[in-house]
Every structure is written in structure tokens, then in C-alpha cells.
């Protein structure tokens, strides 16, 4: 009975590393290693300590950099840097998260250089020696870390809301051709990202002031366990949604990011960035609309 036992036993624990074994296996790898680039864009704003990690992106855009390094005798900074074939570059700061590992992590939409409407949504994940990564669209059955797969640009001021299906937090669907018929101000964001948190005081200030008038969503690039351990520390009073691949094409990674939409869908406000003082902005917005309504 005793050794019965211990083969069910040793057989659950085989199933569950085999389990974390193929999570960790949609991650790609890439080792930091000393200095820059060949190229020189970063080494005005990297200029000790510096080191890389290379991600390709085959035949699509060219080659992805995660440059470190430091900017001062204090401050370090992480760089992404994206090369075309044909030797054009993009430079931005890349905002890292902390995670309770003490590794830092982040979303990103890569642009196309021959496409402006198009985008390639990769996660990082950025340890002491290694970076992870992987391109959030691409098939689970592809090599590790997959291939990047392009996201058509489908929200933007002037355009008709997408019907996309999120999930809220109990799991049900929610259509969001359902959001027609009122105002409705939508926002995507993640509960790693500072300047999404600093927004959440004044848009709880938004949902007190118009009530019923208006309806308020969140779009979080998080899992549902994540999202609901944090609005158990930080009450945030719009209704909750999880991010999924189809929101993920539509939005992008870039957040904070808030849209409103008028009752008929069309989106009449699209703003990137966040701050403690970006619900005035949407206030304003809001103000207007509702003005015209009477």
C-alpha cells in the first residue's frame, strides 16, 4: 500500500515539474553580455557598466536589443533598441516592473518599421546575467520564446470601438458591443506599472462624480489571481476585466492607455501615459459629452 502510494506521489510531482518545465519552455533566452552594440545610438546615454542582451526577430523587423547600463554614478537604466536589416533604429527607455523574485518585467509593442499600423507585442523578463522573452502572440507549439506575430492597429480616436469579449473577474464574458447605448471610458493597464496606479485616486474621483451616467472599465495585463489580490490592498471602482490575446492585439502592451467612447461607439479620446492628474483630462472630455446630451 506504501509503495502505491509513493509511485502516485512521485508521479504528481513528475506531471507538476513537467508542468513548470513547459511554462518556462515559451520563454526564450538571451545572455547579457559586456558592452554595446557595434552601432553607437546608446552610448550618449549608457556610458559604464554597460551590457546587452540580443533578441532576433527573423525575417520581420530586424533585431531587438535590451541595452543596461548606467547614466550617472547612481542611476542605471535599461535601453531598448530596435534595428532594422537596412540599418534604421528606434531607441526608448524601457519601464521595468520589480517582481517578487526580484527579477523586473515589462510589456512591449515593437513597431514596424515598413508598417506604422502594425506591432509585435513581446514580454521581458530581465534577471541579473539573462533576459527572458517571449512574443505574446505566437503559437504555443513554436520553439521557445515563438515568432513574432504582427497586431494590426485597430483603436484610435475616430474609429468605431473593436467588439472585443473580456472576462471579468467571476469568469463571465463580457461583449463589448454591449458597451454601445452609453459613454463609456476604458482603460488598460497593469498593476506593475506605477504611473497606471498613480491614475487609480482621481478615476475613482470620475466614477463618484458621474454615477450611473457614465460606465467605466479596466483592461489589466494581468492574471485574474493577480488583479484581485491587488484591488483587495487598493479599491479601484471601475468594472474588471482581464486582458486575452484579442484585447492584447487591439490595445497593444503600451499603458497606461484610456479611451472614451461615445454612445454610438466611436472613440473620441485616446490617451497614452498616465499621471495623478490624468483623470482631469477625461473629466473635461466627459463634461462635454454630456453636455451635448441635453
Not at 554595446?36 to 525575417?59: C, H, K, Y
Request: contains cysteine; aromatic residues 10%; neutral net charge.
Amino acid at each position: 500500500m506504501t509503495t502505491a502510494r509513493n509511485v502516485i506521489i512521485t508521479f504528481v510531482a513528475q506531471v507538476l515539474l513537467l508542468s513548470a518545465a513547459s511554462a518556462q519552455d515559451s520563454f526564450g533566452v538571451s545572455d547579457f553580455v559586456p558592452g554595446l552594440p557595434e552601432f553607437p545610438p546608446v552610448r550618449q546615454w549608457l556610458v559604464s557598466n554597460q551590457s546587452f542582451a540580443t533578441i532576433p526577430m527573423g525575417d520581420t523587423v530586424g533585431t531587438v536589443y535590451i541595452c543596461r547600463g548606467t547614466q550617472n554614478d547612481s542611476t542605471g537604466a535599461f535601453v531598448m533598441l530596435v534595428r532594422s536589416p537596412e540599418g534604421v533604429f528606434l531607441i526608448s527607455w524601457l519601464d521595468l516592473s520589480l517582481q517578487p523574485d526580484g527579477s523586473f518585467r515589462s510589456d512591449v509593442d515593437i513597431r514596424s518599421f515598413h508598417n506604422p499600423a502594425t506591432y509585435f507585442p513581446l514580454e521581458i523578463q530581465v534577471f541579473t546575467k539573462r533576459i527572458k522573452f517571449r512574443w505574446i502572440l505566437s503559437n504555443q507549439a513554436t520553439p521557445p520564446g515563438g515568432i513574432p506575430i504582427p497586431a494590426e492597429v485597430t483603436i484610435a480616436k475616430g474609429k468605431a470601438f473593436p467588439n472585443l469579449r473580456l472576462v471579468a473577474l467571476d469568469g463571465a464574458e463580457i461583449a463589448c458591443s454591449s458597451f454601445r447605448g452609453m459613454i463609456t471610458v476604458i482603460n488598460s493597464w497593469s498593476t506593475g506599472c506605477v504611473p497606471c496606479v498613480e491614475e487609480i485616486p482621481g478615476f475613482n474621483k470620475l466614477v463618484n462624480k458621474y454615477g450611473t451616467k457614465v460606465r467605466f472599465v479596466a483592461v489589466a495585463l494581468n492574471k485574474r489571481e493577480e488583479l484581485q489580490k491587488f484591488l483587495q490592498r487598493k479599491p479601484f471602482g471601475f468594472t474588471h476585466t482581464v486582458a486575452n490575446d484579442e484585447s492584447v492585439r487591439a490595445f497593444g502592451t503600451t499603458y497606461p492607455r484610456t479611451l472614451i467612447m461615445e454612445e454610438n461607439g466611436t472613440i473620441v479620446f485616446d490617451k497614452t501615459g498616465g499621471s495623478v492628474d490624468s483623470y482631469k483630462d477625461i473629466d473635461s472630455e466627459l463634461e462635454l459629452l454630456l453636455a451635448h446630451k441635453q
